[in-house]
């Protein structure tokens, strides 16, 4: 076992900044260039040193051994100003009874009720859509995820006025974490503009939702919805017991921010491929004129669009919402030969490691046709779009039948078209989305 600062560090690092600029600057070419460098390799954002890894198997240990790799970090930590401690953000400590407690509002057979809900909200949306309308592609995605999540978790209950001000607030809440996962403290406490309005937001958005559930628990109703879920939720394994109302409302405000910016980007970086692949979007449209024939895709329709979901899962390999994830060594560990301390941070990457040439055939090809049943697959720890393991999204069936219905949708009825041949960029977020992509609708 060699010494830890044995790992390489990546080069290119400034004294005060680190590698913050590179990674500012551009994000996906740094982290592809790191395995070069070796297996685990340092880069330090401002003065945290952070190992990075860039072997599959080894993030897949670390994925799959969450007791001595932990959720925590400078990404999680920024979660957890929103989110509390959620299940996507929870330490390993109080992950297994939430898991055990959610896990039957997220199973198969509840799946369709909530695909009925997804499926009004994306008929609305783009039924409102005008001939030569320029959209703002990430904006429209936002409001139809925002919306199927709301009602998927609160029963269709919320006015237009206050759906508008949370969907507001979870995009300005978004943007900021992205921002400030990457500030060097004490930058992220100063009176800037923007850590005004990300506070102002994180206040508002919890005590909406905190009032949601307050007045649901004292209906007591159980609408069938997921919030009625959380709320009946008992751990049967356990101690029996329930969540509290501050659990409740740390469990709603996690989903719902992941649940809304996690679809919404899958959706506009799948129109921004097809787009640049006619070939590919020409197939995809045959395909939905034979299904749907301009309706609006429903759950007994994912079946017969296999060519549209693996589009959607094509999307998910090469722009994976999860770009950059931390976590946090709990107990000195072995990892490839090296001894990480306690308390080290350790980032892992899905885009470094979905475009790996050992791993994938021309892994920077759109090809959507690499997931036909009747070709090779790459190793199962090759694609982690939701991460891995028991830290596994509990929602990723959620999300990914949201996205397919959504593609199916918009395809059938509209060709969205680039604006300008320039290649669409990432924003810098906590999640990887597409920045300013704006596309003209026009009808089929």
């Given at each position: 076992?060699?010494?830890?600062?044995?790992?390489?560090?990546?080069?290119?690092?400034?004294?005060?900044?680190?590698?913050?600029?590179?990674?500012?600057?551009?994000?996906?070419?740094?982290?592809?260039s790191?395995?070069?460098?070796?297996?685990?390799?340092?880069?330090?954002?401002?003065?945290?040193?952070?190992?990075?890894?860039?072997?599959?198997?080894?993030?897949?240990?670390?994925?799959?051994?969450?007791?001595?790799?932990?959720?925590?970090?400078?990404?999680?930590?920024?979660?957890?100003?929103?989110?509390g401690?959620?299940?996507p953000?929870?330490?390993?400590?109080?992950?297994?009874?939430?898991?055990?407690?959610?896990?039957?509002?997220?199973?198969p057979?509840?799946?369709?009720?909530?695909?009925?809900?997804?499926?009004?909200?994306?008929?609305?949306?783009?039924?409102?859509?005008?001939?030569?309308?320029?959209?703002?592609?990430?904006?429209?995605?936002?409001?139809?995820?925002?919306?199927?999540?709301?009602?998927?978790?609160?029963?269709?209950?919320?006015?237009?006025?206050?759906?508008d001000?949370?969907?507001?607030?979870?995009?300005?809440?978004?943007?900021?974490?992205?921002?400030?996962?990457?500030?060097?403290?004490?930058?992220?406490?100063?009176?800037?503009?923007?850590?005004?309005?990300?506070?102002?937001?994180?206040?508002?958005?919890?005590?909406?939702?905190?009032?949601?559930?307050?007045?649901?628990?004292?209906?007591?109703?159980?609408?069938?919805?997921?919030?009625s879920?959380?709320?009946?939720?008992?751990?049967?394994?356990?101690?029996?017991?329930?969540?509290?109302?501050?659990?409740?409302?740390?469990?709603?405000?996690?989903?719902?921010?992941?649940?809304?910016?996690?679809?919404?980007?899958?959706?506009?970086?799948?129109?921004?491929?097809?787009?640049?692949?006619?070939?590919?979007?020409?197939?995809?449209?045959?395909?939905?004129?034979?299904v749907?024939?301009?309706?609006?895709?429903?759950?007994?329709?994912?079946?017969d669009?296999?060519?549209?979901?693996?589009?959607?899962?094509?999307?998910?390999?090469?722009?994976?919402p999860?770009?950059?994830?931390?976590?946090?060594?709990?107990?000195?560990?072995?990892?490839?030969?090296?001894?990480?301390?306690?308390?080290?941070?350790?980032?892992?990457?899905?885009?470094?490691?979905?475009?790996?040439?050992?791993?994938?055939?021309?892994?920077?090809?759109?090809?959507?046709?690499?997931?036909?049943?009747?070709?090779?697959?790459?190793?199962?720890?090759?694609?982690?779009?939701?991460?891995?393991?028991?830290?596994?999204?509990?929602?990723?069936?959620?999300?990914?039948?949201?996205?397919?219905?959504?593609?199916?949708?918009?395809?059938?009825?509209?060709?969205?078209?680039?604006?300008?041949?320039?290649?669409?960029?990432?924003?810098?977020?906590?999640?990887?989305?597409?920045?300013?992509?704006?596309?003209?609708?026009?009808?089929?």
């Amino acid at each position: 076992m060699t010494d830890p600062r044995a790992i390489p560090s990546a080069p290119g690092g400034l004294p005060l900044a680190g590698h913050l600029v590179r990674l500012l600057r551009d994000p996906l070419t740094f982290l592809t260039s790191l395995p070069a460098h070796g297996d685990l390799v340092r880069i330090r954002l401002g003065p945290l040193p952070v190992v990075v890894l860039c072997d599959a198997e080894l993030t897949r240990r670390v994925l799959t051994d969450d007791r001595v790799f932990d959720k925590g970090g400078p990404v999680y930590d920024r979660a957890r100003e929103v989110a509390g401690n959620g299940l996507p953000t929870c330490p390993y400590s109080a992950h297994r009874r939430q898991r055990r407690m959610l896990q039957p509002a997220f199973r198969p057979a509840r799946l369709a009720a909530y695909a009925d809900v997804m499926t009004d909200c994306i008929d609305e949306r783009t039924a409102a859509w005008q001939a030569g309308q320029v959209l703002s592609v990430q904006t429209e995605m936002m409001a139809i995820a925002s919306k199927a999540a709301a009602a998927a978790f609160f029963s269709r209950s919320l006015p237009p006025a206050e759906l508008d001000r949370i969907l507001g607030d979870v995009t300005t809440l978004i943007n900021g974490m992205g921002r400030r996962m990457l500030l060097i403290p004490p930058l992220d406490r100063l009176p800037t503009r923007g850590n005004r309005s990300y506070l102002r937001a994180r206040a508002r958005l919890r005590g909406t939702l905190d009032q949601i559930v307050a007045q649901r628990l004292s209906q007591g109703t159980d609408r069938g919805d997921l919030l009625s879920a959380l709320i009946r939720a008992r751990d049967t394994e356990g101690d029996g017991r329930g969540m509290s109302s501050e659990e409740v409302g740390d469990q709603t405000m996690a989903f719902f921010l992941a649940g809304t910016e996690t679809t919404a980007a899958t959706v506009s970086w799948a129109l921004d491929l097809l787009a640049r692949h006619p070939e590919v979007e020409q197939r995809v449209h045959r395909e939905v004129d034979t299904v749907l024939d301009g309706a609006a895709a429903a759950h007994r329709d994912l079946p017969d669009l296999p060519l549209t979901a693996r589009v959607v899962k094509e999307t998910l390999r090469m722009r994976p919402p999860g770009w950059f994830i931390t976590r946090s060594v709990s107990a000195d560990a072995e990892l490839g030969g090296h001894l990480l301390r306690a308390g080290t941070t350790v980032a892992y990457s899905a885009y470094l490691v979905h475009h790996r040439r050992d791993l994938y055939d021309d892994p920077e090809a759109f090809d959507p046709d690499r997931w036909d049943p009747g070709r090779p697959q790459p190793p199962r720890h090759a694609l982690i779009p939701f991460a891995a393991g028991a830290r596994r999204c509990i929602g990723d069936a959620f999300a990914t039948t949201e996205a397919t219905l959504a593609l199916a949708t918009i395809t059938a009825r509209w060709r969205l078209a680039h604006l300008t041949v320039r290649r669409t960029r990432p924003a810098l977020a906590m999640t990887l989305r597409p920045r300013d992509l704006r596309m003209r609708a026009r009808p089929r």
